[in-house]
């Protein structure tokens, strides 16, 4: 069937062809009117720190923005979970006509002597950007008083994107960044930027580093910790997996403290054995690279014969990806042609020129590569082609339902670990599972649409 598609909105949009130039608009404002999928600055500053577990995070602003953004990552803590609280000061008009400051100090105060944390974020949001409350001066006077971090987020939703947000968030973070003891932190050590533990992926990639012989000294930011991120200018080497949200943050680390930095990904047999790989070549060191080599083989051993079993069932099927970032629709792609997919549509909310580009080079010829994409377009999209799943996340998954089509949830709310090599097999057996369930046959709509 045809699909309509806005006239604003063409050049966000590319059906890839052999030996034609790639073009493709990208980090622009969402269109006015086009129900875009794409976040706020605050929302985008929110799920990079959220995962902080033993800090305090404090919306300054009305009810509705910590609503929004209550436990959105989902993100797990091995120990404290402070960050599962959602504060606000509920700003109400009387505010906005005299000023939240004085409200904004108070419930600072109040909540730092009830729950002593680690250190404070304190999030502005689009009212206070209007209202002009100096957040700075709040913020140092009660980090004097209380003895702590208490550092001010400038996430006014109306100034961006939610690629904004995760700058506003990288900005913050890096006020923490120098101020730890980084004694008896050995050479031979990294920080692991990017992942943000949804169900319980930095645990598991953690311990594959210390396999190999690798030091973890921070996660930034899932199951994070303050403390750790006070010394995180200790460490030889930031590896980053969710560029876009946490690039940034490196890229200051590396300008203030010369530690170098590595694009990873952890979804996908390749690119985990890489990123295991990409370390240990790093450190130049022949034993670690012995080490990762054996690792990958050991659970290459374990997945590879159930991976296999699900490609003979799969084979041919159609897949379709939209994700936050870009750089883990890489790997999705990467996975979907290990299990003999087809991937027949590819987009983003917040990709790069240069992102979209890798994407166009990877994929088939005639694979839709959409940016900020809106839910008129993605639901003729996954008709247009025929897809038997859906890769998304919760503002996804009723295009699916209402198309009878497969979906597979991998973003913020997902409790199935789909990172690492468990988490391919975990990935396969989902997809597997909802590709070829027997519902499908009392869903007229799938023959109607293919």
């Known amino acids: 069937m045809p699909t309509a598609i806005l006239a604003e909105r063409q050049s966000q949009i590319c059906r890839t062809e052999s030996g034609n130039q790639f073009s493709i608009a990208c980090d622009k404002e969402s269109l006015a009117g086009a129900i875009s999928q794409r976040a706020c600055v605050f929302c985008g500053s929110r799920v990079v720190l959220y995962p902080i577990a033993d800090a305090l995070h404090l919306v300054h602003g009305p009810i509705g923005c910590a609503v929004y953004t209550w436990d ?25 006509i005299f000023g939240g400051e004085k409200k904004l100090y108070a419930a600072l105060i109040e909540l730092i002597d009830r729950h002593q944390p680690k250190a404070a974020f304190v999030y502005s949001t689009c009212i206070v950007g209007i209202i002009g409350d100096d957040l ?29 947000g995760y700058r506003a968030a990288c900005k913050a973070m890096f006020e923490l960044v120098g101020t730890g003891d980084i004694s008896g932190i050995p050479p031979k050590s990294i920080n692991i930027l990017g992942d943000f533990n949804l169900a319980g992926e930095i ?143 590819v987009g983003s909310q917040t990709g790069t020129a240069d992102e979209y580009k890798e994407l166009q080079e990877i994929t088939a010829p005639g694979t839709i590569i959409v940016d900020d994409a809106n839910p008129l377009e993605l639901s003729a999209f996954l008709q247009e082609k025929a897809v038997d799943i859906f890769v998304g996340g919760v ?49 007229p709509r799938r023959e109607e649409i293919k």
């Open 395 to 443: 503002k996804e998954r009723p295009i699916a339902y209402k198309l009878g089509v497969g979906f597979c949830d991998h973003n913020h709310e997902r409790k199935e670990a789909l990172a690492g090599f468990t988490g391919m097999l975990n990935f396969a057996k989902e997809v597997y599972s909802s590709v070829m369930s027997p519902i499908w046959k009392f869903m």
């Open 203 to 345: 645990w598991m990639i953690r311990e594959l580093y210390n396999k190999i012989g690798i030091n973890v000294v921070a996660n930034i930011t899932g199951d994070g910790r303050v403390d750790d991120i006070r010394r995180a200018h200790g460490a030889a080497l930031n590896v980053v997996q969710c560029s876009g949200a946490t690039m940034h943050l490196a890229k200051m680390m590396e300008s203030e403290f010369a530690i170098p930095n590595l694009r990873v990904s952890y979804f996908g047999v390749d690119d985990m054995a890489e990123s295991l790989y990409s370390v240990a070549a790093f450190f130049q060191d022949d034993e670690i690279m012995a080490r990762a080599k054996q690792v990958v083989k050991e659970e290459l051993a374990k997945i590879y014969p159930r991976l296999m079993a699900y490609k003979k069932a799969l084979s041919g099927k159609r897949a379709a990806i939209y994700v936050g970032g870009a750089f883990k629709a890489f790997s999705l792609v990467k996975a979907f042609r290990l299990l003999d997919m087809d991937v027949v549509m």
């Open 72 to 96: 959105i990552r989902g993100a797990l803590s091995s120990g404290p979970e402070l960050h599962r609280l959602s504060f606000s000061t509920d700003l109400q008009e009387i505010d906005v």
């Open 136 to 164: 700075n001066a709040v913020c140092k006077r009660v980090a004097l008083e209380k003895g702590i971090p208490v550092l001010p987020v400038q996430s006014e939703g109306f100034k961006g994107n939610k690629r904004d």
